[in-house]
C-alpha cells in the first residue's frame, strides 16, 4: 500500500522558518511529479508548490512564491517544503500529493503548522 506521510510541522512565531518533509513509500516516486497543499479552517485545499520527477520545474502559488521553496531527493524518496518568513495567515494543515490522474491522488495525512506569536 502506498504511503505518504509528512512529518516536520509545529509551531513557529512570525517570521521563522519551517522544512516539512514527506516520505514515500513507493518506487515510483522518481518518475512522478509531486505538490504541496494546504488547508486552512474553513478554507478550500488551496496547491501552494509542484514540482517535476528531475525537479527542475517548479511551480509555487503567489501566496508563497519567495518565501516557499519545494524540493525533492529521489534517492531517498523525499519530498520537502522549506518555509521561510511565516504569516500567521499559513496556519494550517499542509499535505503532499502524488498525482495520479486519472487514477485517484495519493495524499498523506497531513501535518499542522501554526504561525503564532
Known amino acids: 500500500q502506498v504511503q505518504l506521510m509528512e512529518t516536520g510541522g509545529g509551531l513557529v512565531q512570525p517570521g521563522g522558518s519551517l522544512r516539512l518533509s514527506c516520505a514515500a513509500s513507493?518506487?515510483?516516486?522518481?518518475?512522478?511529479?509531486m505538490r504541496w497543499y494546504r488547508q486552512a479552517p474553513g478554507k478550500e485545499r488551496e496547491l501552494l508548490a509542484g514540482i517535476t520527477p528531475d525537479g527542475r520545474t517548479n511551480y509555487y502559488a503567489d501566496s508563497v512564491r519567495g518565501r516557499f521553496t519545494i524540493s525533492r531527493d529521489n534517492s531517498k524518496n523525499m519530498l520537502y517544503l522549506q518555509m521561510n518568513n511565516l504569516k500567521p495567515e499559513d496556519t494550517a494543515v499542509y499535505f503532499c500529493q502524488m498525482p495520479r490522474f486519472p487514477s485517484p491522488d495519493y495524499w498523506g495525512q497531513g501535518t499542522q503548522v501554526t504561525v503564532s506569536s
Open positions: 513507493i518506487s515510483i516516486f522518481g518518475s512522478s511529479s
